[in-house]
């Protein structure tokens, strides 16, 4: 045997061993679930930041379902996931509906690595990989204010992912590959708003597990924040701020975390939209320290290309121009009338029609927007109707055509049309 597959053969030995040291984890034993009447006020109310901050709600609620009681189904590659129960009730079962007999020890590790108090390991649509960098403190904390909220018995559907990752051992390779477990210290050459910034992107709000593509086992591809795809809407890059039809700036960026809106890009919409929510409800520093730290991962802006002339229309964009006078114009000409929400930016500027995909076009066009009434201090409401119901895949496809052909000035995307059938589908 040559030294080369000696080699090889021992590398394999020791992934193989160390997958089997993650993969068999020791159950921790359940405590009585602790009343709130004994859990530190202190750390119930500093927790409630940390949950926020960690936008745990918006994936452990169901549509229509309790706060924190799971059931949201979470649609990957690999099949869908449910998420599971995280009010204090009682697992009798381990299935995932709820918390209650969790000692800390039990949710810290959780974060920490990805595991069950029984034992089990965790799917990483449970973004630990992130989690995992939370101070003690915090994770106590978010832990005191979770034993706080009303114990809902509410036990999520069953996961329906292909065959061979119903197998959870397998994680074990998974986490030997993406899982760097443990706080990471500051930076001592940067300031501490940058610090702190980086702490809650990279940690809490693990912004890296939507602004990053995928990699053909669920790993964060690179570059990090460089743009992915959740549920049919675009994510995208939080590196390339700089290079929008009007360049992002701290304070924008700050807005829009906390309110879902900036007048010079748009309104949240999608998964994002839930996001601001959370954020609404944290302190104005902790935004405006992830703002700071996002706006220094920015690469140069590049030249700005000359607005392509659309010259002669198309039939689809013809088409679209009529739609567009049908169904937007009276929100989105030069004069809305009065009395109707007016807290929109001009389409030219919407992230939407800027972007190298036309999905979060389609899927604004497709489910509107719901009402919103004015979070923003001092900003209307906003509201926009939706149009699946009333348009065609092939109207949807000439509408978008026509927003940014003719209203942005950019290039035609391809396929919309095809793609609007997909997300369609998707939604149902």
């Known amino acids: 045997m040559n030294k080369k597959l000696k080699i090889a053969l021992a590398a394999v030995v020791v992934g193989a061993a160390g997958a089997l040291a993650f993969a068999w984890q020791p159950a921790i034993?359940?405590?009585?679930?602790?009343?709130?009447?004994?859990?530190?006020?202190?750390?119930?109310?500093?927790?409630?930041?940390?949950?926020?901050?960690?936008?745990c709600m918006v994936c452990?609620?169901?549509?229509?379902?309790?706060?924190?009681?799971?059931?949201?189904?979470?649609?990957t590659p690999f099949g869908t996931l449910y998420t599971t129960n995280i009010t204090p009730?009682?697992?009798a079962d381990g299935d995932g509906n709820g918390i209650g007999d969790w000692p800390l020890a039990a949710f810290a590790r959780a974060l920490r690595h990805g595991v069950a108090r029984d034992g089990h390991l965790l799917y990483p649509a449970f973004p630990y990989i992130h989690y995992t960098k939370m101070t003690d403190r915090d994770i106590a904390d978010a832990?005191?204010?979770l034993m706080s909220?009303?114990?809902?018995?509410?036990?999520?559907?069953?996961?329906?992912?292909?065959?061979?990752?119903?197998?959870?051992?397998?994680?074990?390779?998974?986490?030997?590959l993406y899982l760097r477990s443990g706080p990471q210290p500051d930076d001592a050459g940067q300031g501490a708003e940058w610090n702190r910034g980086r702490y809650l992107v990279n940690s809490l709000g693990h912004c890296a597990s939507c602004h990053s593509s995928l990699n053909p086992i669920g790993g964060e591809g690179s570059p990090a924040f460089g743009g992915g795809n959740i549920d049919g809407w675009d994510a995208p890059a939080l590196t390339?701020?700089?290079?929008?039809?009007?360049?992002?700036?701290?304070?924008?960026?700050?807005?829009?975390?906390?309110?879902?809106?900036?007048?010079?890009h748009g309104a949240a919409g999608g998964p994002m939209a839930p996001v601001t929510h959370s954020l609404g409800s944290v302190p104005q520093d902790d935004v405006q320290a992830m703002a700071h730290y996002l706006m220094t991962l920015q690469t140069a802006a590049p030249p700005k290309p000359v607005a392509p002339v659309p010259g002669t229309h198309s039939e689809q964009v013809k088409l679209g121009a009529v739609l567009f006078a049908g169904a937007c114009a009276s929100c989105h000409g030069a004069a809305p009338p009065r009395g109707l929400p007016s807290a929109r930016s001009p389409l030219?500027?919407?992230?939407?029609v800027a972007g190298e995909r036309p999905d979060n076009l389609i899927q604004v066009l497709l489910e509107g927007m719901p009402l919103e009434t004015g979070r923003s201090t001092g900003q209307a409401s906003r509201y926009m109707p939706p149009f699946a119901s009333a348009l065609t895949d092939a109207q949807i496809a000439a509408l978008a055509a026509y927003i940014r052909v003719d209203v942005a000035r950019r290039p035609a995307w391809q396929d919309v049309e095809k793609r609007a059938a997909t997300l369609?589908?998707?939604?149902m």
């Open 60 to 75: 452990h609620t169901a549509k229509g379902g309790a706060p924190f009681a799971g059931g949201l189904a979470l649609r």
């Open 240 to 264: 390339t701020l700089l290079h929008r039809p009007t360049p992002w700036n701290q304070e924008q960026l700050a807005l829009y975390l906390r309110h879902g809106y900036s007048p010079e």
């Open 89 to 91: 009730h009682v697992d």
């Open 149 to 176: 909220r009303e114990a809902v018995d509410a036990k999520p559907p069953a996961n329906d992912l292909l065959l061979p990752l119903r197998f959870r051992p397998l994680l074990a390779g998974w986490n030997l």
């Open 29 to 55: 034993a359940p405590v009585a679930p602790v009343a709130s009447s004994a859990l530190d006020q202190g750390a119930v109310a500093r927790g409630a930041r940390i949950v926020a901050l960690g936008d």
């Open 348 to 352: 030219v500027l919407a992230t939407a």
């Open 143 to 145: 832990y005191a204010f």
């Open 424 to 427: 369609r589908k998707a939604a």
